[in-house]
């Protein structure tokens, strides 16, 4: 059975949404992507209450089994910071409703594991949110291909633990993830 995967990249003016079914092998296919838009001129309780009403119909339509948000991490526009830590307190109290089991994984997570490399730049990881689900172009806007990613990093790295090590059904962009959980966890350990 595949798991089905809401992924949300969080933001006020444009809050990125996408639903992936992800099988055991790791297969990944998309079931819908969207971004919810509000206008800046919008009151802030405006805002939240339509990001509040995308994802919400997005959950109800598509009954994900888990939800990915992007962890909200330090940035020099104060103001910024904190409209995407509003919009993703929306999202995790939508998902903290029903019941759904969230993953927070920052930026670098899901670069390293989408393309292998946790530095990769926004086009390298919407080429290969394309190349993973099979599209002709990858999504746009960016918050778009940013949500898919979200969703395969959650769907893959909650299953990475089980493989053997020398399991070929991995990627190279999960075998790399993989190592690379491995070598942090020795590194915790010594």
């Given at each position: 059975m595949?798991?089905?995967?809401?992924?949300?990249?969080?933001?006020l003016?444009?809050?990125g949404?996408g639903?992936?079914?992800?099988?055991?092998?790791r297969t990944?296919?998309?079931?819908f992507v969207g971004?919810v838009?509000?206008p800046?001129?919008?009151?802030?309780?405006r805002?939240?209450?339509?990001?509040?009403?995308?994802?919400?119909?997005?959950?109800e339509?598509?009954?994900?089994?888990a939800v990915?948000?992007?962890?909200v991490?330090?940035?020099?526009?104060l103001?910024?910071?904190?409209?995407t830590?509003?919009?993703?307190?929306v999202?995790l109290?939508l998902a903290?409703?029903r019941?759904?089991?969230?993953g927070?994984?920052?930026?670098?997570?899901?670069?390293?594991?989408?393309?292998?490399y946790?530095?990769?730049?926004?086009?390298?990881?919407?080429?290969?949110?394309?190349?993973?689900?099979?599209?002709?172009s990858p999504?746009?806007?960016?918050?778009?291909?940013?949500?898919?990613?979200?969703?395969?990093?959650?769907a893959?790295?909650?299953?990475?633990?089980?493989?053997?090590m020398?399991?070929?059904?991995?990627t190279?962009?999960?075998?790399?993830?993989?190592?690379a959980?491995?070598?942090?966890r020795?590194?915790?350990?010594?």
């Amino acid at each position: 059975m595949a798991l089905r995967v809401l992924g949300i990249d969080p933001g006020l003016t444009r809050c990125g949404v996408g639903v992936v079914d992800v099988a055991p092998d790791r297969t990944a296919s998309l079931v819908f992507v969207g971004v919810v838009r509000t206008p800046p001129e919008l009151a802030l309780e405006r805002r939240l209450l339509a990001i509040s009403e995308g994802i919400s119909e997005v959950l109800e339509e598509f009954a994900p089994h888990a939800v990915a948000v992007e962890r909200v991490f330090a940035q020099h526009n104060l103001r910024t910071v904190m409209g995407t830590a509003q919009a993703s307190g929306v999202a995790l109290q939508l998902a903290a409703s029903r019941g759904l089991t969230v993953g927070l994984h920052t930026p670098s997570e899901v670069k390293a594991a989408i393309t292998g490399y946790g530095s990769a730049d926004k086009r390298q990881v919407a080429s290969m949110v394309a190349r993973v689900l099979h599209l002709d172009s990858p999504p746009k806007p960016a918050d778009a291909a940013d949500a898919l990613a979200l969703a395969l990093c959650h769907a893959w790295r909650g299953s990475l633990a089980a493989p053997a090590m020398g399991d070929t059904t991995l990627t190279p962009a999960q075998r790399l993830w993989r190592d690379a959980e491995v070598a942090s966890r020795r590194a915790v350990r010594s």
